[in-house]
């Protein structure tokens, strides 16, 4: 049997076992392509393939946690100190666990 080259928004969002809205906020951030085809997005089997092996191991992923969540508690408190007009008071994070998150 042979393997489409281009899949539709529901055939890559099973593919890849998420709903359509994670497929499409992947799309949206660049982490996967999509073709445009008489107006239908067309999801390449070589990007979803990509995205699959560049994704951490389990156990990585695991370990790599509680870095992800430090990024998460910083950029709330960077949200929040902007949405309260308090630009002055914003501390400025670096290092290896902060990146740009606005």
Known sequence: MVEP?????RQAAAFLGV????LL?????KRIKAKDLDGRLRF????LRGFLDAL?????AERQAP????QRDACEH??????????TDLQLFTGPDFGICL
């Open 78 to 87: 960077i949200n929040q100190v902007l949405s309260a007009g308090c630009q």
């Open 67 to 70: 870095r992800a969540k430090r």
């Open 56 to 60: 951490p191991d389990a156990l990585e």
């Open 5 to 9: 080259l281009t899949l539709s928004t």
């Open 25 to 29: 906020r992947l799309l949206q951030t």
């Open 19 to 22: 709903g359509r809205n994670k």
């Open 44 to 47: 390449t089997t070589e990007s």
